[in-house]
């Protein structure tokens, strides 16, 4: 008997052993009740506290045979957080019975859990929200083009078919990336993640793979420290666009697959992408403040604006100084806001300055408005600790 989802209004039957995977996802909102630090990467601390809330605790190589659980870490990159922010992840489940609705209320509910200070437990963090989303996709399968983008937003850790191992590479990197490979790993783990939950092989053989031209690509490599320092593991992030023919079957995998992720280390969040610009709002959860919003907060703006004027007293083409520009600094911080959040401000051009250096040396400078100095510092002070701490 042919079973059926049921995707909005219109009914689809299943054609494919992957499309009958288990598939459950939630949105989590918390807030801090202290001050914390993270690394670049958030996924192993998410993690850490989805195993206190289920009662998980897996070694290092158990976590790492994890397969039905994957973490969507929407705020990584942000390393400093205060009391009262919040913050937002996804979960999402592969198999059914976790009860994870149920249990994270509880666990918030229940005495304060011990833990290191940056930690992610009960004693560091209360619950805000959560909320099951989705699951439903809506396949696109008649596309007018064979070309196809792949943006990966985590790390994306697959190791290489043993001949295109060398010394120094046996992992994909920002100069190597084999279509085939990855289309292959991704069948797998949608075979791995049917006989997860159904306790048997699909009656179903793997398809020709389909070969691509790689028309352009743009990766960079992303560490994630592991405890003690041992060792360090990481994966490439960035933009692939390709020439394939990709039949019903692979088109389907491939989006099915951004519920699922590819790869290794996918219950840290490793492996997520985004096909095609294809927007699933179940995926498409947002960290609960964007750079942007902290950017242009009044107090980082005020912060930049003081060091500004600390260094420099100098005024550029508007021939505002700092001085001048404090005089009005609510109402200048309050354009300078605006302009940016509706899209009208530019920089104004420099101007050029020499000043005398010694007794026979002079110096040139090209000086940035008041406003753009401001601007730019209150950029650097929110982005410095993320860049710092990747590099």
């Given at each position: 008997?042919?079973?059926f989802v049921?995707?909005?209004?219109?009914?689809?039957?299943?054609?494919?052993?992957?499309?009958?995977?288990?598939?459950?996802?939630?949105?989590?909102?918390?807030?801090?009740?202290?001050?914390?630090?993270?690394?670049?990467?958030?996924?192993?601390?998410?993690?850490?506290?989805?195993?206190?809330?289920?009662?998980?605790?897996?070694?290092?190589?158990?976590?790492?045979?994890?397969?039905?659980?994957?973490?969507?870490?929407?705020?990584?990159?942000?390393?400093?957080?205060?009391?009262?922010?919040?913050?937002?992840?996804?979960?999402?489940?592969?198999?059914?019975?976790?009860?994870?609705?149920?249990?994270?209320?509880?666990?918030f509910?229940?005495?304060?859990?011990?833990?290191?200070?940056?930690?992610?437990?009960?004693?560091?963090?209360?619950?805000?929200?959560?909320?099951?989303?989705?699951?439903?996709?809506?396949?696109?399968?008649?596309?007018?083009?064979?070309i196809?983008?792949?943006?990966?937003?985590?790390?994306?850790?697959?190791?290489?078919?043993?001949?295109?191992?060398?010394?120094?590479?046996t992992?994909?990197?920002?100069?190597?990336?084999?279509?085939?490979?990855?289309?292959?790993?991704?069948?797998?783990?949608?075979?791995?993640?049917?006989?997860?939950?159904f306790?048997?092989e699909?009656?179903?053989?793997?398809?020709?793979i389909?070969?691509?031209?790689?028309?352009?690509?743009?990766?960079?490599?992303?560490?994630?420290?592991?405890?003690?320092q041992?060792?360090?593991?990481?994966?490439?992030?960035?933009?692939?666009?390709?020439?394939?023919?990709?039949?019903?079957?692979?088109?389907?995998?491939i989006?099915?697959?951004?519920?699922?992720?590819?790869?290794?280390?996918?219950?840290?969040?490793?492996?997520?992408?985004?096909f095609?610009?294809?927007?699933?709002?179940s995926?498409s959860?947002?960290?609960?403040?964007?750079?942007?919003?902290?950017?242009?907060?009044?107090?980082?703006l005020?912060?930049a604006?003081?060091?500004?004027?600390?260094?420099?007293?100098?005024?550029?083409?508007?021939n505002?100084?700092?001085?001048?520009?404090?005089?009005?600094?609510?109402?200048?911080?309050e354009?300078?806001?605006?302009?940016?959040?509706?899209?009208?401000?530019?920089?104004?051009?420099?101007?050029?300055?020499i000043?005398?250096?010694?007794?026979?040396?002079?110096r040139?400078?090209?000086?940035?408005?008041?406003?753009?100095?401001?601007?730019?510092?209150?950029?650097?002070?929110?982005?410095?600790?993320?860049?710092?701490?990747?590099?």
């Amino acid at each position: 008997m042919a079973s059926f989802v049921k995707h909005e209004s219109v009914i689809t039957e299943k054609k494919y052993f992957f499309e009958e995977i288990f598939i459950q996802n939630f949105y989590v909102r918390l807030r801090f009740k202290r001050d914390i630090k993270f690394l670049f990467y958030h996924g192993s601390k998410i993690y850490g506290l989805i195993a206190k809330i289920l009662d998980l605790h897996p070694t290092e190589k158990e976590q790492r045979n994890i397969n039905d659980i994957v973490i969507n870490p929407c705020e990584y990159g942000r390393i400093y957080y205060n009391a009262g922010d919040q913050y937002c992840f996804g979960v999402t489940f592969l198999k059914d019975g976790y009860d994870f609705e149920n249990k994270i209320k509880s666990y918030f509910s229940s005495t304060s859990d011990s833990g290191f200070s940056n930690d992610l437990t009960n004693s560091s963090v209360e619950l805000a929200d959560v909320n099951e989303l989705s699951n439903q996709i809506e396949y696109q399968t008649n596309y007018s083009s064979n070309i196809h983008t792949i943006n990966f937003v985590t790390p994306l850790r697959i190791e290489r078919k043993k001949e295109e191992k060398v010394k120094g590479g046996t992992l994909f990197d920002i100069s190597h990336f084999n279509f085939q490979r990855f289309l292959y790993i991704l069948y797998k783990r949608a075979k791995n993640l049917y006989k997860l939950n159904f306790e048997s092989e699909p009656s179903f053989e793997i398809p020709s793979i389909p070969s691509a031209e790689i028309i352009e690509k743009s990766f960079i490599w992303i560490e994630m420290p592991k405890k003690e320092q041992k060792r360090n593991t990481g994966g490439i992030v960035g933009n692939i666009k390709l020439k394939c023919e990709l039949d019903e079957f692979w088109l389907k995998l491939i989006q099915l697959g951004q519920f699922f992720h590819a790869g290794k280390s996918t219950s840290a969040g490793f492996g997520k992408y985004i096909f095609n610009n294809c927007n699933l709002s179940s995926l498409s959860i947002k960290p609960a403040k964007s750079y942007l919003d902290l950017i242009l907060e009044k107090e980082n703006l005020v912060s930049a604006f003081k060091h500004i004027k600390e260094n420099s007293n100098f005024a550029g083409v508007d021939n505002v100084n700092p001085d001048f520009y404090e005089d009005n600094l609510n109402k200048n911080l309050e354009h300078l806001t605006e302009s940016v959040i509706n899209g009208s401000y530019k920089s104004a051009v420099l101007k050029g300055i020499i000043i005398p250096k010694s007794e026979n040396k002079i110096r040139a400078l090209a000086i940035p408005t008041v406003e753009d100095r401001t601007f730019q510092r209150a950029v650097s002070q929110i982005l410095s600790p993320s860049i710092d701490e990747m590099l």
